[in-house]
């Protein structure tokens, strides 16, 4: 595609629906930090009259809506001022506290057995957990919210019924904070000064846990199949630590669970990567992509280290709020440290070359993540 086209691709999605896909390191930085041109507002985007309503990937552009996703200008920046500073005063040690116990106790579920299944039992389950603590979401329907994110996520024949689950949840529990408030998030986001309807409320919460799960779920797995198949990593496995931090920088460079997000649309007729743009075009951000530029792309693993100069959290005014990013990292780098401590000899039952991803071009994540281990005792977490 960079041969052929060059920084920016056109492409088409299902039902020949036109869009520009930007591979550009330089041309994505651009398009992200300039909202002047390249807005969020996916109200302006010109294929809108020939879209149905089962279009396939409308969950992901989605319509307007009252939330801090598909807001922009002053009243995105409204939604900001709400959501930001009650993830900010989320305490990092009680957070960290939190990961370790609910890690421990989905550990303690499979860990006398000598075998489990790293993604459905461990990965997609330890984040919304966390965040549903975290959110002040009630313990007690702490599994029923994990399956219904899952769902959604999955976008199968229950991803609806997901949805509708989702939703409601949220609703009960602005109404309850609202009448018992707690130390969480949804009780700071409702004390906040400036009013919101109900509805702001709970899209915004919707937001924070769709967007914290499934990214730091394959972050989780992408991590860990990065250190059972690659021989580098492999000193961290019997008991060090060192390598836990690279592996998770390198993922964000090399296999980022967000590969391609929707998007950008052109205010006005532009000239990008040697492309014309006409106004309201769409265009996909290419993550993965860019980090692949050859003009920034070093040799081997250069990316390994410290750099952190990556676009898995986006970049510019829509990136992803730096306490979001903050959390996701405690979540995932205390996840894969707890199941290393606990389980030090793990390693793949399966050929690595068995093992499969996700089935989309947007979102990288493992189906399945076979290990065996020695069997080991159950310590008490999280039941």
């Not at 790293?118 to 603590?133: E, Q, S, T």
């Not at 990013?325 to 707890?338: F, L, M, N, P, S």
Request: glycine share 10%; charged share 20%; proline share 7%.
């Amino acid at each position: 595609m960079r041969q052929q086209h060059g920084p920016v691709v056109p492409v088409v999605l299902p039902g020949d629906i036109p869009a520009w896909l930007v591979i550009g390191y330089r041309e994505l930085h651009h398009v992200t930090g300039d909202t002047g041109v390249f807005t969020r507002d996916m109200g302006l985007w010109n294929q809108w009259p020939v879209i149905p309503d089962d279009w396939p990937l409308l969950p992901m552009v989605n319509r307007r809506q009252p939330s801090i996703y598909y807001t922009v200008g002053a009243e995105h920046q409204r939604h900001v001022g709400m959501v930001v500073p009650a993830l900010e005063a989320v305490d990092p040690f009680e957070l960290r506290r939190h990961a370790e116990e609910i890690a421990d106790g989905l550990i303690d579920s499979f860990c006398g057995l000598g075998e489990a299944e790293l993604i459905g039992d461990y990965a997609k389950m330890l984040p919304i957990l966390v965040l549903g603590r975290v959110i002040g979401f009630p313990d007690a329907e702490s599994h029923e919210l994990t399956r219904a994110i899952n769902a959604l996520a999955d976008g199968g024949e229950d991803a609806i019924a997901g949805h509708k689950y989702l939703t409601g949840a949220m609703q009960r529990l602005v109404s309850g904070k609202r009448a018992a408030p707690g130390a969480d998030v949804t009780s700071r986001m409702l004390a906040h000064g400036e009013d919101f309807t109900d509805e702001e409320y709970v899209l915004d919460l919707q937001a924070i846990v769709a967007a914290g799960h499934l990214p730091t779920s394959d972050w989780i797995g992408n991590s860990l199949r990065l250190m059972l198949t690659d021989d580098r990593f492999a000193a961290s496995l019997s008991g060090g630590r060192h390598s836990v931090g690279e592996a998770m920088n390198e993922v964000l460079w090399e296999d980022t669970p967000t590969q391609i997000l929707a998007g950008r649309w052109a205010a006005r007729d532009t000239r990008l990567g040697g492309q014309h743009i006409q106004a309201g075009d769409m265009l996909l951000l290419g993550l993965q992509g860019a980090h692949g530029d050859p003009q920034v792309q070093g040799t081997g693993h250069a990316h390994a280290g410290g750099n952190n100069a990556h676009f898995s959290f986006s970049h510019g005014e829509f990136r992803c709020p730096f306490p979001a990013q903050e959390i996701a990292e405690v979540i995932a780098r205390t996840g894969i440290e707890v199941l290393l401590d606990r389980l030090p000899d793990v390693d793949l039952s399966v050929s690595p070359r068995t093992l499969q991803r996700r089935p989309s071009p947007f979102l990288r994540g493992m189906t399945v993540l076979p290990v065996r281990f020695t069997p080991t005792p159950a310590v008490g977490g999280m039941r």
